[in-house]
């Protein structure tokens, strides 16, 4: 079982930046890929940004050039850098971990934190 629990959310100011913690009950070496979602209200939850265990990553068009991932594997910690923010990036952002396990992939999710910015 992965753990995770997201902190840094809060309200800002259009083109103002935030940015979200998410520390993992496990080493971070033991996971295969973290990533960021989030869901606004009344669409589907997307993929926002992720990092695998080598570093490589991954972001959505809508926030290429604005936000950065990274992971810190001493701390167990994935953060996002959210800078020039905008008010479509209003949404609850929840982190996930991908583990694999043989054949199988485990996904985990944290509770989730809000994200709202005012224009």
């Known amino acids: 079982q992965v753990q995770l629990v997201e902190s840094g959310g809060g309200l800002v100011q259009a083109g103002r930046s935030l940015r979200l913690s998410c520390a993992a009950s496990?080493?971070?070496?033991?996971?295969?890929?973290m990533g960021w979602y989030r869901q606004a209200p009344g669409k589907q939850r997307e993929l926002v940004a992720a990092v695998t265990k080598s570093g490589d990553t991954n972001y959505a068009d809508s926030v290429k050039g604005r936000f950065t991932i990274s992971r810190d594997n001493a701390e167990n910690t994935v953060y996002l850098q959210m800078n020039s923010l905008k008010p479509e990036d209003t949404a609850v952002y929840y982190c996930k971990a991908a583990r694999l396990a043989g054949l199988t992939v485990y996904d985990y999710w944290g509770q989730g934190t809000q994200v709202t910015v005012s224009s």
């Open positions: 496990v080493s971070m070496l033991s996971i295969n890929i």
